[in-house]
């Protein structure tokens, strides 16, 4: 069982703030109303995670946030689909941390499905394709599928983010024959809510995914 009240830390290890709130309301949408979501926005670093480099600087800011709130929070949620600084967290912490990109590989490779990502970074392909491998699951992964433009510009424009993240999970549904499609980045949280009715193809949120797991987790 899992106290009331709960609380559940969302780590956003970009510096928009928007960002934050957009995940923390997608987090809280689906946790049960005794557990309550906080979210927690970098101080420093990027608005955007765009680049092997950019992650790695995430993940001791990532740390840093996770130990100072260690103390008042159940659960804690990296909200970046790097899942930067996990590893060391979970390491310092007595409370269960998850990762957004993790939670969604696992659920949807529970499921089955030969799952794809669809995304807007084309500097972390190798680092989201070597996240798969570390989690065991390469055998069901069917491919990254890219969208068009900067990815800054189209996180700036919902609508545009949408279609634009919908022609990616397409191809990665009839060219790559994925079963289930991860919308790959916290950033792209509302655009993930978005998509999952315009397919028959299962969509994963990585937010949502995460929070179940830590849920589970936490129980």
Sequence with gaps: MIRAPARILLINPNTSRATTAQMVAIAGSVAPSHVDVIGATALSGVPMILTADELAAAAPVVVDMGLS?????DGIIIGAFGDPGLAMLREKV???VVGIAEASILEVAAAGHR???ATTTPALVGLIAARVRDLGVADLYSGIRLTQGDPLALVADPPRLVEALAGAVRLSIECDGAGAVIIGGGPLGQAAVALAPRFTTPII?????A???LLRLMS
Aim: charged share 15%; no cysteine; glycine share 10%.
């Design 115 to 117: 799952f794809g990502v």
């Design 94 to 96: 007595g409370a269960p």
């Design 69 to 73: 709130a260690t103390a008042d929070v």
């Design 211 to 213: 929070v179940r797991r």
């Design 205 to 209: 949120a990585p937010v949502p995914a």
